[in-house]
């Protein structure tokens, strides 16, 4: 039932939100991934890179939406992993691979051209998507992100699990340790 609840909430907000929302050349779309961390394979759509701090079966979803005044909303929900634990978590520009690496960097509004970005005037969640989590005594979290901005043509393509809470000081702005798990998102 909750499967059909998403499919039929996502058909509903298509319908009603996104019309007109951005360019004509490539509209804003809404984005939906629901999977089970795995290891790599080409078919995963979500994988772990640290079996320790992201089990394999553990859970994730995401949703991200375009709204009619020009904004983007991303929701992510996480169901097991270690608990009372904080995740830092990014939009990335490209899709999960074989290497935690291979997601590239956090997707940007407006592109740092020093990368990778630690200038806070580029890293920081106005430019960027940050849903950092802090897990419960089960494992679980959920967080949202709104920025003031959609995607267009230049798409992010993941969501990446980092192993802290992600910084904002000078030098530093982003960055959120290793990269524990990926999950692949049409944004």
Known sequence: MKTFSAAAAAALLTAVLLPGTASAAEPAHLA?????????????????????????GAHVTVLSIPTIDGKTTVGIRVKGLVA?????THVHVKKCGALPADAGPHYQNVADPVQPSVDPKYANPQNEIWLDL??????????????????????????VLHAEKTSSHEGHAGTAGARLACANVDF
């Open 32 to 56: 939906y991934t629901s999977a089970k961390f795995e290891k790599y394979s080409a078919k995963a759509k979500a994988v772990t890179y640290n079996a320790e701090l992201v089990k394999a």
């Open 84 to 88: 009372n634990r904080v995740y830092g």
């Open 134 to 159: 802090t897990t419960d005594e089960r494992g679980n979290a959920y967080t949202t992100a709104t920025v003031a901005w959609q995607f267009t043509e230049r798409h992010a393509q993941s969501v």
